[in-house]
């Protein structure tokens, strides 16, 4: 019972020194030192991309590899904890990726954008949280490769991945190899994106389906 209260005790001691540490440093300065922290990443990274645009921000906790194969023009802001790829060598393969990030697009916190042909994200392009965006595969899935650990297996690219202007692209929604999402359209939340989805449409589902065409 000492012991219990004793732990009781001790976290409300340390629950007090977090009520202190809110007062000296609140919710206001953390964004600050985010924004801070993310445009000095920014700036010490700038020089290894093919091109990089002006008031870019990348979060420093972002992983990006293949820097000379990546575009990334102005006003582009990378999120947290994401993952932006370009594999130029896998497995003994040789790869030529392109990845081209356009203006003004505000990629979404747990991204995972993966190439080995190429992928364009248009201007003003918004994710949410956790999008998945790969133009290839580990392997193409035929009997022999099956017998071969996936992590082993030739990376595949059924084609490019083109993502038009203006288009939003929801929470943890997944785009395939090949695909080609026009101008001015919506993907719903955890979606599959197999097929090619037209401008100014309203897509959603596993696999997305197009759920209405919008009038301009």
Known sequence: MKSCNFSLFFKEIIFKIGILAGTVFPP????????????????????????????IFIHHSAKILGFKSII?????????????????????????????????????????????????????VLTGRYVTITDNS????????LEIAPAKRKLFSKGAVYIGN??????????????????????????????????NCIAAGNPARILRKVSV
């Open 72 to 124: 990334l023009r102005d006003n582009v802001s990378l999120a947290a904890n994401g993952t932006l790829a370009a594999w130029h060598e896998y497995e003994g393969d040789v790869y030529f990726p392109e990845i081209i990030v356009d203006e003004g697009a505000i990629i979404g916190e747990g991204f995972h954008i993966t190439s080995i042909n190429k992928i364009y994200i248009g201007k003003n």
């Open 138 to 145: 580990h392997g193409c899935i035929d009997s022999k490769e």
């Open 166 to 199: 203006n288009v939003w692209i929801a929470d943890k929604v997944t785009i395939l190899p090949g695909i080609r999402i026009g101008e001015n359209c919506i993907v719903g939340a955890n979606s599959v994106v197999t097929k090619d989805i037209p401008d």
């Open 28 to 55: 206001s300065y953390h964004e600050k030192k985010n924004a801070i922290f993310g445009t000095l990443n920014s700036g010490s990274l700038s020089r290894y991309f093919k091109s990089f645009g002006k008031n």
